[in-house]
């Protein structure tokens, strides 16, 4: 199974999804994340993602960005 993009909230129950992206790259894996937040707070774990989009969330700018990742891969 290959996946081609990850889209995780910020905040997952027991884990977050900075953990996650923090778990792929340490396990060299080069999968593109979207991370989806209501706020930025702490910078650091935006810089592991692809991108990031704000709640509330924007269907379109959510599509629009998957596109981008995908056709650079």
């Known amino acids: 199974n290959n996946i081609d993009l990850i889209i995780l909230d910020k905040h997952l129950p027991g884990l977050s999804g900075a953990d996650v992206v923090n778990e792929l790259r340490t396990r060299d894996r080069?999968?593109?994340?979207?991370?989806?937040?209501g706020s930025l707070g702490e910078a650091s774990w935006v810089i592991e993602a692809k991108d990031f989009v704000?709640?509330?969330l924007n269907?379109?700018?959510l599509?629009?960005?998957i596109n981008e990742i995908l056709s650079e891969y």
């Open 54 to 56: 704000h709640k509330p």
């Open 30 to 37: 080069d999968i593109p994340v979207i991370l989806i937040s």
């Open 59 to 61: 269907l379109e700018e």
């Open 63 to 65: 599509l629009r960005k």
